[in-house]
């Protein structure tokens, strides 16, 4: 039996029910989202259909700029120390016995299902004053004191790193598991140090797949909307927290709406850029 | 000397991945209603109450029959669609392949905020299936990528051998199709339940105000007064996910699997 054009409608059939279902539940709200973020806002949390733009004209204040800017700034930041900790991790992981290797990878994917509410609340736990790190140090000596070591944006960005960590692990896996091994043994013959072998042989010819994880990162890290919360200040809260506080405690639908389209936005311009990235890649 | 870097690099990034937990673990097992660690006494009561406090009780129910439902409505969707994909030429049904996908890669956020709009404005908001629909939509990526990959892993001479011993399409899915994907079925199942049962804004966005899940239960908590039950959820959903996991890997090529996987996404 071959792989054929669908002749009649019947042969269709199969794809009756789980188009319906994304065009229903996936399309139709996504529009609903694109048109909300036109309309109205009226007093005590009702919006009206209209087609306004004052919405997006309050992306222009200062305000919006700044957590625009924080949420850019902190998602790099987050995407950067993902990669650089990620890249020799992976690498050696992908050198261990298969058995080992499962091991690890049962345990990372563990870990990239837990919840943000359960991250955030492992480490507030961990930086807190009752139960946290501090008191080790007291026990050790370094400390006078227990002290509490959140909120602060350090805390946020551990908190970020940890959820993003094992998601970058797994981008960078299969990259590197099918990376030709003679790379780097002929590197080693020639006499290269296995870290100088690393960065000269190993970086380079991942330059590429470097790039689009970077950016993967970086789109997940936005997508961040609890840690900020439960680690940082207000001064810490990045777009996704605004969407949310905005659509559930303000009950400000139409703005909540209109940030959320220009998230998409960006994220999309950020995928368009990858794939472009993995294009060149495989003309190279 | 490099042996012991290795050595030691995976022991920062196992410790760095595992010390949340295990001070969460620590805070479990308290004799009193403290967040202390290292514990004050011993005590798996705080186990005990996720199944005998009613509240915390609601909540399992809710977030397991949650993920199970959802999980399978997931599959529903994930299945045939790309059986259609596998068996048919139709280059433009590949939309809903990349339809199915978009979800899981643009922020949560997006989606959640999506089907909050559209549940508000068909007056369902706040029904307990909604969160069911909401969390399949979300989560069908992970089933749809699994079963993409076994299709694909499929010989395509078996099914030729059978249609050309005369079975039609429904015998072939079900004698040769089916039993080749199975694996990949129910890894996809494995990965849309554990991440549901995980899931936090989705459900909060759509049902948030009307039924409580687990992860929203913990938030709440988090904010309205800390009990170290929170502390005993979070180590049963570690244990949970990491049993299920096990087990997928255990019967599937995990390896395989999360190389298909991560290269689909990206």
């Known amino acids: ?61 200062a305000f919006f700029g700044g957590v625009l800017g924080f949420s850019l700034m902190l998602a790099v930041t987050v995407a950067i120390c993902c990669v650089v900790l990620a890249l020799p991790f992976t690498y050696l992981l992908s050198r261990l016995t298969r058995r080992l290797q499962v091991i690890w990878l049962v345990g990372l994917l563990s870990v990239l299902s837990l919840s943000e509410v359960i991250i955030g609340f492992a480490w507030s736990t961990l930086l807190s004053r009752t139960a946290g790190l501090s008191n080790l140090l007291v026990k050790i000596g370094l400390l006078e004191q227990p002290v509490a070591l959140f909120p602060s944006f350090g805390a946020v960005l551990t908190g970020m790193v940890y959820q993003a960590l094992p998601y970058t692990i797994l981008v960078l896996y299969p990259a590197i598991v099918r990376l030709d091994p003679t790379l780097m043994e002929a590197a080693r013959t020639l006499g290269s140090s296995p870290i100088r072998a690393f960065f000269n042989v190993l970086v380079p010819a991942l330059r590429n797949t470097i790039m689009a994880t970077l950016i993967m990162v970086f789109i997940f890290a936005l997508g961040s909307y609890l840690l900020p919360q439960i680690l940082g200040r207000p001064q810490h809260w990045t777009l996704s ?22 998230l998409v936005l960006v994220t999309l311009g950020l995928v368009a850029l990858t794939l472009l990235i993995g294009r060149k890649g495989e003309k190279a | 000397m490099t042996h012991w870097l290795k050595r030691f690099y995976f022991l ?83 939309i809903f392949q990349v339809l199915g996908i978009a979800p899981f890669t643009l922020p949560p956020v997006i989606t959640a905020l999506g089907l909050l709009t559209f549940w508000a404005t068909t007056g369902f908001y706040g029904q307990p299936w909604t969160a069911v629909i909401g969390h399949a939509i979300f989560f069908v990526t992970l089933p749809l990528v699994t079963l993409s990959l076994g299709f694909s892993a499929i010989d395509r001479s078996f099914v030729e051998a059978a249609a050309t011993m005369g079975a039609n399409d429904r015998t072939i899915f079900r004698t040769v199709v089916l039993p080749l994907i199975l694996p990949y079925l129910v890894s996809g199942y ?25 992860p929203i239960k913990i938030f709440n908590a988090l904010r309205y007064g800390y009990t170290p039950t929170m502390a005993s959820v979070t180590i049963l959903f570690v244990f949970t996910a990491a049993v299920i996991f096990s087990l997928v890997a255990k019967f599937g090529d995990l390896p395989k699997l999360l190389g298909a996987m991560a290269s689909d996404e990206s």
């Open chain 2, 12 to 94: 920062l990034i196992g410790l760095f991945l595992s010390l949340p937990l295990i001070v969460v673990a620590g805070v479990s097992v308290n004799a009193k209603q403290t967040l202390a660690f290292p514990p004050q006494g011993f005590s798996l009561s705080w186990y005990g109450e996720i199944f005998t406090n009613p509240e915390w009780r609601a909540a399992l129910v809710a977030s397991v029959i949650l993920a199970t439902t959802s999980a399978a409505l997931a599959v529903l969707i994930a299945l045939p669609l790309s059986w259609f994909l596998w068996r048919r030429i139709a280059p433009w049904a590949n």
């Open chain 1, 241 to 262: 927290v605004l969407i949310t506080d905005q659509a559930i405690y303000q009950s400000n639908m139409p703005f909540a709406a209109a940030m959320a389209v220009f």
């Open chain 2, 190 to 214: 494995a990965f849309a339940f554990v991440l549901s049962l995980n899931e936090y804004i989705v459900a909060y966005m759509t049902v948030g105000f009307t039924l409580e899940t687990l």
């Open chain 1, 1 to 61: 039996m071959k792989r054929e054009p669908p002749q009649s409608i019947a042969d269709y059939g199969p794809l009756f029910f789980p188009a319906g279902m994304l065009l229903i539940f996936f399309v139709v709200p996504f529009g609903t989202m694109i048109a909300v973020s036109f309309f109205q806002r009226q007093e005590g949390g009702f919006y009206t259909p209209a087609f306004v733009f004052s919405n997006y004209e309050r992306f222009l204040t």
